[in-house]
T-cell receptor, first 117, second 111 residues
Framework: NAGVTQTPKFRVLKTGQSMTLLCAQD?????MYWYRQDPGMGLRLIHY???????AKGEVPDGYNVSRLKKQNFLLGLESAAPSQTSVYFC????????????????FGPGTRLTVT | SQQGEEDPQALSIQEGENATMNCSYK?????LQWYRQNSGRGLVHLIL?????REKHSGRLRVTLDTSKKSSSLLITASRAADTASYFC???????????FGQGTTLQVKP
């Protein structure tokens, strides 16, 4: 199993450009999450999904959109990038409680380092 | 706003010593988790303690939870240079699977 993978690993954007970050997991997890991590801070939840076709806002959703068309993929879009979106983005996934297993443990991808100039 | 606050922000110890990190949170929780992040990497789950548990062990890790004080501690015994990383507590306030992370403690273990 590859676990959680993220594409790309690094990206530099100019202000106003758009891009999509791809997250893929091969663990058949129902839940998926997008976080951002800024220097000296923990992770902050951007958006999350509890299943295919469903998404919800997290703590810092402004400026981002997401889609979960397939269970294994969770896309994070920036429509018009701003310097404040310079950050490291992490995707994570977890099993749902109905499985009876490690409900809350999250598995993280390696991150995407995004710089907006 | 972030739920957890961790103390200390940075900790430097010698190999073989014990490392203790503390986490405080604000609202009621379903469970509390600890994660490790090596430099430039994603987070790795270490241990989960449920709200009705007071202490949990996993190898060299010992986690305590005091829900009356809304605090938790992570003890790493007999530390190794490979334990050098940032450690984050994360709380699960409800039944949604969402986590709220603290700001983290950066641990340096000197060989």
């Amino acid at each position: 199993n590859a676990g959680v993978t993220q594409t790309p690993k690094f990206r530099v954007l100019k202000t106003g450009q758009s891009m999509t970050l791809l997250c893929a997991q091969d663990m058949n997890h129902e839940y998926m999450y997008w976080y951002r991590q800024d220097p000296g801070m923990g992770l902050r939840l951007i958006h999350y999904s509890v299943g295919e076709g469903t998404t919800a806002k997290g703590e810092v959703p402004d400026g981002y959109n997401v889609s979960r068309l397939k269970k294994q993929n969770f896309l994070l879009g920036l429509e018009s990038a701003a310097p404040s979106q310079t950050s490291v983005y992490f995707c994570a996934s977890s099993l749902s409680g109905t499985s009876g297993r490690a409900k809350y443990e999250q598995y993280f991808g390696p991150g995407t380092r995004l710089t907006v100039t | 706003s972030q739920q957890g606050e961790e103390d200390p922000q940075a900790l430097s110890i010698q190999e073989g010593e014990n490392a203790t990190m503390n986490c405080s949170y604000k609202t009621s929780i379903n469970n509390l988790q600890w994660y490790r992040q090596n430099s430039g990497r994603g987070l790795v789950h270490l241990i989960l303690i449920r709200s009705n548990e007071r202490e949990k062990h996993s190898g060299r890790l010992r986690v305590t939870l005091d829900t009356s004080k809304k605090s938790s501690s992570l003890l790493i015994t007999a530390s190794r240079a490979a334990d050098t990383a940032s450690y984050f507590c994360a709380t699960s306030p409800g039944n949604t699977g969402k986590l709220i992370f603290g700001q983290g403690t950066t641990l340096q273990v000197k060989p």
